[in-house]
């Protein structure tokens, strides 16, 4: 397979949930429009970070891709082969190569099993018998995960938060995948423990060799760990870019916005000047025509009503900086934000 070929392909990906109404006979009224035209690649060993506020479809997306919620509408093509509406035996060969770290630590692992047959349960699913045993290969994780082996018969409710989330990553590991879907995988830790969780995957990206789509409303961790960026806004994605070209220079409206809204970790530089949008976000059951950040946006005129901006790239943007909006913003640097390393897990 040629090196241009992309792991992950995703045109048009659509996610619409019925909504139910009518008694006694229940008909489908409306659609909660969750995810609506998504178009982005994902390469091999590339971390593509995945932004936006709560409600904008972000895990919505990450389950399409993983395949744990079927498509409305678009095509899902896996290292050249088109998955979009596979069926569970199509599915069996690729199961292994894409997998996924859930966001709750706490939900996520079954109580009444332990370390050792959570990590091991999908090898023996798959049938997967690795030299050595499957005991072996679940310490060596536990060690590459940063957990002692002598865990492997203990059970989750005698771990804490962040190690959790580790048997989660180490799960994710078991079956050598080429593709992980992380959604928001330290959003319900504490700050002292993201950093640590977050240099972990940064180790086993590099390590290994895996892709990633990583899934998080804070802008910091998402810098840290992404080489590319997508920021979405009520199903749909307004910007995509590099990620020194998206905090540098953003060029839509939304991604200003949130850029402007992120705390400053230093003294030293001047406050920038904070960008507050107006309103709330529109519902995904009736979202607004043409541009869907038009309602907040203080730049929007009749033709933003009208016509829906196509994702483009800009003129003087480099090739992979596209942005779907009429009006974009000139270019204007835009400080870094900052996540603070755990010097411990960053040696």
């Known amino acids: 397979m040629s090196s241009t070929t992309p792991?992950?392909?995703?045109?048009?990906?659509?996610?619409?949930?019925?909504?139910?109404?009518?008694?006694?006979?229940?008909?489908?009224v409306g659609a909660v429009q969750a995810v609506d035209g998504l178009d982005f690649q994902v390469h091999e060993g590339e971390s593509l970070g995945l932004v936006g506020e709560s409600g904008c479809g972000k895990s919505t997306t990450g389950r399409l891709i993983t395949r744990l919620l079927e498509p409305t509408a678009g095509k899902i093509v896996y290292r050249g082969r088109d998955i979009t509406h596979a069926d569970r035996k199509q599915l069996a060969p690729v199961r292994?190569?894409?997998?996924?770290?859930?966001?709750?630590?706490?939900?996520?692992?079954?109580?009444?099993?332990?370390?050792?047959?959570i990590i091991s349960g999908p090898m023996?699913?798959?049938?997967i018998d690795p030299s050595g045993g499957r005991e072996k290969r679940v310490?060596?994780?536990?060690?590459?995960?940063?957990?002692?082996?002598?865990?492997?018969?203990?059970?989750?409710?005698?771990?804490?938060?962040?190690?959790?989330?580790?048997i989660g990553v180490a799960r994710a590991l078991a079956l050598e995948p080429k593709l992980i879907v992380a959604d928001e995988p330290v959003s319900a830790l504490d700050v002292s423990i993201q950093a640590q969780v977050v240099n972990l995957l940064q180790k086993v990206q590099r390590e290994m060799g895996i892709a990633f789509v990583f899934i998080a409303h804070d802008l910091a961790v998402v810098?840290?760990?992404?080489?590319?960026?997508?920021?979405?806004?009520?199903?749909?994605i307004v910007e995509i870019a590099d990620r020194d070209d998206l905090y540098g220079s953003p060029r839509h409206p939304y991604t200003r916005a949130l850029l402007s809204a992120v705390p400053e970790a230093s003294v030293d530089t001047a406050p920038?000047?904070?960008?507050?949008?107006?309103?709330?976000?529109?519902?995904?059951?009736?979202?607004?025509?043409?541009?869907?950040?038009?309602?907040?946006?203080?730049?929007?005129?009749?033709?933003?009503?009208?016509?829906?901006?196509?994702?483009?790239?800009?003129e003087g943007d480099a090739a992979g900086h596209l942005t779907a909006?009429?009006?974009?913003?000139?270019?204007?640097?835009?400080?870094a934000p900052r996540l603070a390393k755990d010097p411990e897990a960053a040696a």
Not at 96 to 117: C, H, W
Not at 144 to 164: A, C, D, W
Not at 325 to 335: D, I
Request: hydrophobic residues 30%; charged residues 25%.
């Open 7 to 28: 792991l992950l392909d995703v045109s048009g990906l659509t996610k619409h949930f019925p909504i139910k109404g009518g008694f006694p006979i229940r008909r489908t």
């Open 96 to 117: 292994s190569e894409i997998q996924m770290i859930f966001q709750d630590p706490y939900a996520s692992l079954n109580p009444r099993q332990t370390v050792g047959k």
């Open 124 to 127: 023996e699913i798959n049938g």
């Open 139 to 166: 310490r060596e994780l536990l060690e590459i995960v940063g957990l002692n082996p002598e865990h492997y018969n203990r059970f989750p409710h005698e771990f804490s938060g962040g190690q959790r989330q580790r």
């Open 223 to 236: 810098r840290h760990f992404s080489q590319r960026v997508a920021v979405m806004y009520l199903g749909k």
């Open 272 to 314: 920038r000047d904070r960008i507050r949008l107006t309103g709330d976000v529109p519902s995904p059951i009736s979202p607004p025509s043409g541009c869907r950040f038009r309602t907040r946006c203080w730049k929007a005129t009749e033709k933003c009503a009208s016509e829906a901006p196509p994702l483009a790239r800009v």
């Open 325 to 335: 909006c009429h009006y974009p913003e000139t270019e204007q640097t835009v400080p």
